[in-house]
């Protein structure tokens, strides 16, 4: 189990990789899958992650103390939102649009309300 868990964590950084530099993807929530994959399957894998550049720029305060700064909820809150909003307008019924709205609704509330926003 502990080897699904280390290829799991190698997906997430390689896509988490990837949203940092395209705009489309969130960089965020696949390295904290990938900090997560780590630390249940090897911690020699865990401790070199902690120690990369791309963790530190992008977890280690959320990590610590459940903040980030406002350019890091940015990054997240943006194109998930461009992309919930294509769905809503691609969407024709009204159960899914309510759906895609009430997530809309929770992900800002989440991020204003519930993580700290810290100074860079």
């Known amino acids: 189990m502990k080897y699904i868990f280390i290829a799991l964590g190698f997906i997430c950084i390689a896509i988490g990789a990837a949203g940092a530099v395209l705009p489309i993807l969130p960089t965020t929530p696949f390295l904290l899958v990938a900090s997560v994959c780590f630390a249940k399957g090897s911690s020699k894998f865990n401790n070199r992650f902690k120690s990369t550049k791309l963790y530190k720029n992008n977890l280690e305060s959320f990590e610590k103390n459940r903040s980030m700064t406002i350019k890091t909820k940015l ?8 992309l919930l909003l294509v769905a809503f307008f691609m969407m024709h019924n009204l159960p899914g649009r309510i759906t895609i709205s009430l997530l809309i609704i929770i992900k800002y509330y989440y991020f204003i309300f519930r993580i700290k926003t810290i100074k860079q």
């Open 75 to 82: 990054c997240i809150l943006i194109p998930v939102t461009v």
